[in-house]
């Protein structure tokens, strides 16, 4: 085999692409089709709550037309990331859409599940082992953090997916995947060289994202050869310079040159890019150095309790110069009133206050190095996050009513210090998480992470069947 | 003179995962991507006294064929955590803007 040809219809499975780009990819004979569907970006409450940050018609639309092509040209769909964060959830979640799809359309083809979900007894059996180490910086993780976690999940490499096309997978639907591990391993196992298989899988993994002219998220296609790959977008109308390639690859990487995956690091240092023609760029030199320790990354989220959030602004300048003790003061108000409501059953260390002051610092907080007010209204938002969300919701209401009449010394008489644009004047957002490891784990194998279960798929049966 | 912001044609800061926050200083023209480069102004110590860091902490590079500099640094909470305020990490570039470049 002299070329293998990728195609990434999009950046984000749910994120869309153009129907047409997707037609003249099919048209170059893809040899298979490759999507990531998800990433951390959202925030933690995805991974905690174990919802998708894309809403279901908008992943079936994108997930329907793939599944499709995929089956018209007879080729491999893998999927990466399901339902955003990966974990068991997100996995099921995404499968109902699949499901459904392979009804509706009466699809046939062997699926194969591969579980990212990380089992706590695991985790605390290699923790015991000294073989999760963490990365810089990492949160203080011990078995604590794991028993508190509400989902930890780990992101595979490209071996699983692997594993799955081997057990005669045409569709592999993964849980949390690193986003290059989706494209790269089926380019390797065909002979390419493993530097130029990551380094496409890391342009592919966005989409078009690498072209100089995005107009909405759309399909890329890499064309992997010997010695080179040939990055070019479908669309005719989108062009990739060297420039716009190598760019890419600064884009939420910490380290331009050297991304770690797995089973080692992408290096891009001696990385070579050419324009071929207006469209497509040619790269080579890069180069992939094996660890010689393989490693999995942790992903966890935490409950970190249940918020409601207060939205009010300040128009009147007097309040506005004195803002920071203005703030003091309302702070220890709403304490005081908290603790003569709830008394002992409630103390200040249950449940936690955070001011944001927007046309101060809102956006940078303590990093903002503008330190004088230069706006002529500020925005207050005062968030509570308690062990209940009755707790929160209650405490929402005792910041609206200490807020609306804290006096300054300016006046004299009842004042009325906020504006506040919702009536009830709080929002109540459920339950909150954080992120709470950075670390990765060294497991025996690429496997023994990720569990993979087959099944065959015909219209609105599914079987499931050994490996 | 000028200013960073005049000089290039993208700044921007963007989430390296929820720990890390990174920043991209793009360049349209090679020529000015070498001034600016070149300089000395724009450094791994000028982008560290930006965001009060000891220098040890920013990660730097000049990325020639990117026509692109970059910095990378912890976040300063992680991200969607309790006081964070910018989830995706999008608006923290703006202390950059006003590097003043010989």
Redesign the interface.
């Known amino acids: 085999m002299d070329e293998i040809r990728i195609l990434s219809p999009t950046g984000v499975m749910g994120s869309g692409f153009v129907e047409t780009s997707f037609e003249r990819a099919l048209a170059h004979s893809p040899h298979f089709i490759g999507c990531d569907a998800g990433s951390?970006?959202?925030?933690?409450?995805h991974l905690g709550a174990g919802h998708a940050a894309f809403p279901r018609p908008a992943v079936k639309r994108d997930l329907r037309l793939m599944l499709i092509g995929a089956r018209r040209l007879g080729i491999p769909l893998l999927i990466g990331s399901a339902g955003t964060a990966g974990a068991d959830a997100h996995l099921e979640w995404t499968f109902g859409i699949l499901r459904e799809i392979a009804r509706e359309e009466s699809l046939s083809f062997r699926l194969a599940l591969i579980h990212a979900e990380q089992d706590k007894a695991y985790l605390k059996r290699r923790l015991g082992e000294g073989r999760v180490k963490p990365?810089?910086?990492?949160?203080q993780f011990d078995e604590r953090t794991i028993e508190r976690a509400e989902r930890i999940v780990g992101m595979m490499g490209a071996e699983p997916f692997l594993r799955a096309l081997e057990a005669g997978a045409d569709v592999v639907l993964a849980g949390r995947s690193s986003d290059t591990a989706i494209f790269a391993g089926l380019p390797m196992q065909r002979g390419f060289a493993p530097g130029l298989a990551w380094h496409a899988a890391k342009i592919l993994e966005c989409g078009a994202a690498a072209v100089v002219n995005r107009k909405t998220p759309d399909c890329m296609m890499a064309f992997i050869r010997d010695d080179h790959f040939i990055v070019q977008a479908p669309d005719p109308e989108l062009r990739c310079t060297?420039?716009s390639i190598?760019?890419h690859?600064?884009?939420?990487?910490?380290?331009?040159?050297l991304i770690k995956e797995c089973s080692g690091t992408i290096d891009l240092t001696a990385?070579?890019?050419e324009a071929v023609d207006e469209h497509a760029v040619r790269v080579s030199g890069s180069r992939f150095i094996p660890a010689d320790i393989y490693t999995v990354k942790l992903?966890g989220a935490e409950k970190?309790g249940y918020q409601s959030v207060f939205i009010g602004s300040i128009r009147d300048p007097f309040i506005i110069r004195q803002i920071d003790d203005w703030v003091t003061r309302l702070e220890g108000r709403i304490h005081a009133r908290i603790a003569q409501v709830y008394g002992a059953a409630l103390k200040t260390s249950d449940y936690?206050l955070?001011f944001?002051i927007y046309g101060k610092n809102?956006?940078?907080?303590?990093?903002e190095?503008v330190k004088e007010i230069r706006s002529h209204e500020l925005c207050l938002i005062i968030?509570v996050?308690a062990p209940a969300q009755e707790t929160a919701s209650a405490i929402a209401g005792i910041i609206r009513h200490q807020g609306l009449h804290l006096p300054i010394p300016e006046w004299s008489g009842l004042i009325t210090a906020l504006a506040c644009p919702y009536n009830p004047a709080h929002l109540d957002r459920g339950a909150?998480?954080?992120?709470c490891v950075?670390h990765v784990v060294e497991p025996d194998d690429p496997y023994e992470m990720f569990p993979m279960q087959l099944c065959s798929v015909a219209g609105d049966t599914v079987r499931e069947c050994s490996p | 003179m000028s200013k960073l912001a005049e000089l290039a044609r993208l700044i921007r800061s963007?989430?390296?995962?929820?720990?890390?926050l990174?920043f991209?200083i793009?360049f349209d023209d090679a020529a000015v991507y070498r001034r600016v480069r070149d300089s000395g102004a724009l450094t791994r110590e000028a982008v560290a006294a930006?965001?009060?860091l000891p220098p040890a902490e920013v990660?730097f590079?000049y990325?020639d064929?990117?026509?692109?500099v970059?910095a990378?640094i912890?976040?300063?909470l992680?991200?969607?955590?309790?006081?964070d305020?910018?989830?995706?990490g999008g608006?923290?570039y703006?202390?950059l803007m006003d590097i003043e470049i010989p």
């Open positions: 951390t970006d959202p925030g933690p409450g990365l810089h910086p990492a949160p060297p420039q190598a760019a690859s600064l884009y939420e990487n910490a380290d331009p040159f990385s070579r890019y992903e970190v936690h955070h944001r809102g956006t940078m907080g303590p990093l190095p968030e996050t909150v998480y954080r992120f950075n | 963007k989430n390296a995962g929820p720990f890390e990174t991209d793009m930006r965001y009060g990660k590079f990325c064929n990117a026509l692109a970059k990378s912890p976040r300063p992680p991200q969607g955590d309790l006081r305020g910018d989830g995706h608006q923290q703006a202390p």
